[in-house]
């Protein structure tokens, strides 16, 4: 552990089943790590983080005012996620924290994760794979078709890496690609629509891939449910709080819409029970980003961040904080 | 031609059964009890045959039928119709290509993505309450992994073109080299899985390619590699495939072709390194019947003296 007073000191939080960076944060710079007091952390953090200028968060920890207020020389918060909804940004806009994300660490694997759970709800993979364990392939033999996927039209919310992660994949499908994001990006070829509820109404399929703000919070509401369609597919790999859940529920269990892939939910791991009993769904537990691969590039761009800031040198991936 | 007796071999799709019942004299092998009873009555009207997969027209039934013209097949798979004694006897033989290659690829990367990312143990981790108590272990990723594919057709191609959108080394074995191919020929199945993450079977069933999938290509594939097989059960040697993953010299294995369907290996049942399907590769509503419209038409076609829409034979 580097122990040298100069070496600068470094607030880490995260879950203990998280500490993937533990180990190589502690080889560049002095860790302070939340995860050794059993103090509540108000009471840790005064005690000790006062001078720490950078804060890494692993996992889902709200960094909230009340928090901020305890780390009075925070120049830096290195987020280990691409999402940064538990942020409180305008309180760190206000302090002067700059703070940086995982920008494209998951993206190879949350996009490959939307496209599997996009062919897993249309070819029935899950409910296949039961038949056959349970008996029933040999017991009554058939089976019930699913819809082809090839050719789709498939609407994505949000174009960011992530978003066009899933559209490059999809391209390999022959599917049919278009978009809406806060505003439309002269470089991307596919089609645009300027709000959600006609990119609804014109594709078979809505993949999720925005952030969580206070504009998209529920944007998949009852409208644009009804505007997918019966045999629409939501495949949703963002936030939960992206989709209003308890209408989704009932647009699913009625068949306003014709299925849905979810790995993200809005009070995880609350997942309503109503879904357990549906065929034409498909449930993961927050699981897009959760490989080796995935955890090395986080490590990699948090080391990069955090190294970039304390030699003077601009950041890799900040955020807008505006 | 209400008078034609069409024999459909088993069920396959009632979509398929409407439309010949409209054009023929559609005889339903499966309903009958006594099938050598019943293919003595019915001999001398039934001059076309249809199968798929699971039941064809091997050489004891073209025997039986002497007034037997066509064998069309609601499959583009041919393993189940002896094509030497068609050849010999001049009966003409369709088949359903092309219209089918883009759903079994398709399926052939959603089960590489289901089996490599656990999505059918996830969905079980989250509906049995799992996810309450802790998070879903790590899984291994996708992209970039290397994907080796036996036979390199119109699905093998397929299959290729989706995964290089994964950015996916591709990896292929086949009799011959393909010369405009930019991919990577391996001249033997063993070395092919020896360099692959991925070993995805997709070449016709002869007998050459019986078991092409043996002990030695799975232990060359190893505890880190994974097989996709979307071609036909036999193609692998399932005895040699169940050691192998009950005893962790395979890493995993995605099926939805067996040996004797719809029979699956019950030790298969309680690992999670596997994905099992019930032979759904070409089973979307939009190819089912598109296949059984090549079916129809080609069958049309041969009695009113016209080309065959797909022959084979």
Known sequence: MAGASDTPLVLLHRPPSLDFMDEILSRNFRILNTDTSSEPLPIFLSRHASSARAFVVVGRFFVTAEILSYLPSLQLLVCGSVGFDHVDLAECKRRGVVVTNARNAFSDDVADCAVGLLISVLRRIPAGDRFIRSGDWEKYGEFRLGSKVSGKRVGILGFGSIGSFVAKRLEGFDCVISYNSRSEKPSVPYRYYSDILSLAANNDVLVLCCSLTEQTHHIVNREVMESLGKDGVIINVGRGKLIDEKEMVKCLVDGVIGGAGLDVFENEPAVPEELFGLENVVLSPHSGVAT?????NVAEITLANLKAFFSNRPLLSPVQLD | MESIGVLMMCPMSSYLENE????????????SPEKSVFLETHRNSIRAVVGNAFAGADAQLINDLPKLEIVSSFSVGLDKIDLGICKDKGIRVTNTPDVLTEDVADLAIGLIIALLRRLCECDRYVRSGK?????????????????GIIGLGRIGTAIA??????SCPINYYSRTVKPDVAY????????????????????????????????????ALGPKGVLINIGRGPHVD??????????GRLGGAALDVFEKEPHVPEEL?????????????????????????????????????????????
């Open chain 1, 292 to 296: 080796q691969g995935s955890l090395d």
């Open chain 2, 20 to 31: 010949l019942q409209k054009r023929f004299n559609l005889l339903r092998f499966w309903t």
């Open chain 2, 131 to 147: 996810w309450k108590q802790g998070d879903f272990k790590l899984t291994t990723k996708f992209s970039g992994k290397s994907v």
């Open chain 2, 161 to 166: 073109k989706r995964a290089e959108a994964f």
């Open chain 2, 184 to 219: 990577k020929y391996y001249p033997t199945v063993v070395d092919l899985a020896k360099n692959s993450d991925i070993l995805v079977v997709a070449c016709p069933l002869s007998d050459e390619t019986r078991h092409i999938v043996n002990r030695q290509v799975m232990d």
């Open chain 2, 238 to 247: 399932e005895q040699e495939l169940v050691k192998a993953l009950t005893e």
């Open chain 2, 269 to 313: 049942f309680g690992l999670e390194n596997v994905v099992l399907l019930p032979h759904v590769g070409s089973g979307t509503v939009e190819t089912r019947n598109a296949m059984a419209d090549l079916v129809v038409g080609n069958l049309e076609a041969h009695f009113s003296g016209k080309s065959l829409l797909t022959p084979v034979v």
